[in-house]
């Protein structure tokens, strides 16, 4: 077997895997608790919104599936869903987490 096709087989069985602790957004600025997160292949990453208004996720160049943003809702949560089995290793995905009152650009980073 290939190691594209270990991959893609491992991100298929993993889908459901999520990050060990989640990114919080703390407030309208967009802060998170975690400028820089690791997740290991296969996993999915969760956000969790702490900031009193809705806050929108948005990537230059996304791991996920997804090519636009998304909307964390206030007190609410979002799920990336798997990563594409395409997607870098130890590679930065840099993303903004535009907030009501501003805007942060923490990243990403898929470890082998």
Partial sequence: ?????????????????IARSPVTILDDTGRVDKEEVHIRWGEQLEWVNKAPHDAEIVFVESPFPWQRGFKVPRGGNKKSGPHKTDAKTDHNYKYTVVGQTDRNDPIIIIDK
């Fill in 1 to 17: 077997m290939s190691d594209t096709q270990e991959k893609t087989t491992a991100t298929l069985e993993a889908a459901t895997e």
